[in-house]
């Protein structure tokens, strides 16, 4: 089954920055939504940014204007580019897609933003 491959991830003061890419199935990426999520510890996973094939990018408030999720469909690869980031963006980070049929959830790569 189809997974998703994560990285990017690491430890990082607050203010810092980091770049999240997935590597993913050109034929999920050519038609699909795609989307990253994050689950800190002891919480459910939640949505942070969506971006369909064509149009506009959606994000959560808590993220809005500090994250942005962009793809190469040509290198097969989606990112989210973090800045300003908070002790309170710490968790691991998925990718997939914004709706099922969900692709097999990768390992994810952790952010923590120390304060």
């Known amino acids: 089954q189809v997974q998703m491959v994560e990285s990017g991830g690491g430890l990082v003061e607050a203010g810092g920055s980091l770049r999240l890419s997935c590597v993913a199935p050109?034929?999920?990426?050519?038609?699909?939504?795609m989307a990253w999520y994050r689950q800190a510890p002891g919480k459910q996973r939640e949505l942070v940014a969506t971006?369909?094939?064509?149009?506009?990018?959606i994000y959560r408030d808590s993220v809005a204007g500090r994250f942005t999720i962009s793809r190469d469909n040509a290198a097969l690869t989606v990112y989210l580019q973090m800045n300003s980031l908070k002790p309170e963006d710490t968790a691991a980070y998925y990718c997939?897609?914004?709706?099922?049929?969900?692709?097999?959830w990768g390992q994810g790569t952790q952010v923590t933003v120390s304060s």
């Open positions: 971006l369909p094939y064509k149009g506009r990018a």
């Open positions: 997939n897609t914004d709706s099922r049929p969900y692709m097999s």
């Open positions: 050109g034929r999920i990426l050519r038609s699909r939504t």
